[in-house]
């Protein structure tokens, strides 16, 4: 078991397409900066993303999209306007991928290089 209590199975089962689409989307700093905006509130109007972020509307409306595509956000109307929230589930899941591979034994037959 991993220590979020998921077994080991079941992480090296995880769509290795949806991982790398998760990855794509965490690459961006913007996108990043979305996720860090809607982790602090349980949602957020699409017009408070857009006053935070000094980009255009369009280009936020793309980093959103890719977001919701890949899963780690979620939106829903409310009246005219479009709200916006984490999925906390699929974030765990890639964290969950992630951290089984931190926690690969180590090759300690060659050397590590620093990047």
Do not use: N, W
């Not at 769509?15 to 957020?44: G, K, N, Y």
């Not at 595509?69 to 005219?80: C, D, F, M, N, R």
């Amino acid at each position: 078991m991993t220590q979020s209590g998921r077994k080991s199975a079941d992480i090296v089962a995880a769509d290795p397409e949806h991982m790398a689409l998760v990855a794509r989307a965490l690459s961006h700093p913007a996108r990043i900066r979305i996720l860090q905006l809607l982790a602090e509130q349980d949602e957020c109007r699409g017009a408070e993303v857009f006053s935070e972020l000094p980009l255009a509307q369009s280009t936020i409306s793309e980093h959103l999209r890719v977001l919701k595509e890949a899963g780690l956000v979620s939106a829903h109307p409310i009246g005219t306007a479009m709200t916006y929230c984490l999925v906390p589930e699929r974030i765990a899941a890639f964290t969950d991928a992630l951290d089984f591979v931190a926690d690969a034994p180590a090759c300690d037959s060659y050397p590590v290089r620093d990047a």
